[in-house]
């Protein structure tokens, strides 16, 4: 297992179409994050997944957008509707949630999206 | 809510030299962790040190160490013998240690540092 993988790496759509990004987290992993990272600016959480169940969600994370994780694997974000301002890059992180925790994320390489 | 602030954007240093990064946090729980975590330009961010908040010793890994104030709520994290592969967005970041299954479990992080090595 290398780590945490998400694609594409970089999309760029045109204002008002649907995008959707994917991220697998490491193999043994239950907790699955979102976040977004604009220019300058420092990683905010979007979404987190404990096995399948989303038990949090920011207000960032407006109606057009939507995350899932089927069966408790990889996991999907989609942006419904696109905007400008949606443009950043779109973080994925996973870690364990069994005793021995430490509260460590394991971050994907991140998909940038680029909204014209 | 939990913030964490980085009032230091951008910070330089001369190979082989010592660099200290500053972070505050402000927070209403006593059990926590706190971590700093490297992104190198166009690669994804790894994790650099951790402290959890019940340890009064300062965690430490090779080069890199921590000078963490409970009290005063402060986290630095000192470079020492600064190496070109240093330079990089440096993120404090924050997570309650208190276990749940519905919240608390996220990081949250500051705006960065930007480490420039200078040769």
């Known amino acids: 297992d290398t780590g945490v993988s998400q694609n594409p790496r970089h999309k760029i759509t045109k204002r008002g179409q649907n995008v959707t990004f994917r991220c697998d987290p490491i193999?043994?992993?239950?907790?699955l994050y979102w976040y977004r990272q604009t220019l300058g600016q420092g990683p905010e959480f979007l979404t987190y997944f404990q096995n399948e169940a989303q038990l949090e969600k920011s207000r960032l994370l407006s109606d057009r957008f939507s995350a899932e994780r089927p069966k408790g694997s990889f996991s999907t974000l989609e942006i419904q509707r696109t905007e400008q301002g949606d443009s950043a890059m779109y973080l994925c992180?996973?870690?364990?949630?069994?005793?021995?925790?430490?509260?460590?994320?394991?971050f994907g390489e991140g998909s940038r999206l680029t909204v014209l | 809510a939990q913030t964490v602030t980085q009032s230091q954007p951008e910070m330089s240093v001369q190979e082989a030299e010592t660099v200290t990064l500053s972070c505050t946090y402000d927070?209403?729980?006593?059990?926590?962790?706190l971590f700093w975590y490297k992104q190198p330009p166009s690669r994804q961010m790894i994790l650099v040190i951790r402290?959890?908040?019940?340890?009064?010793q300062n965690a430490t890994e090779n080069r890199f160490s921590v000078n963490f104030q409970k009290a005063a709520k402060s986290f630095s994290l000192k470079i020492s013998d600064s190496q070109l592969g240093d330079a990089a967005m440096y993120f404090c970041a924050y997570r309650s240690a208190r276990l749940s299954n519905f919240g608390n479990e996220k990081l949250t992080f500051g705006t960065g540092t930007r480490l420039t090595i200078i040769p």
């Open positions: 402290q959890e908040a019940y340890k009064q």
């Open positions: 992180a996973s870690s364990r949630g069994t005793s021995g925790y430490t509260g460590e994320l394991f």
């Open positions: 927070t209403s729980e006593s059990d926590y962790y």
């Open positions: 193999s043994e992993h239950n907790r």
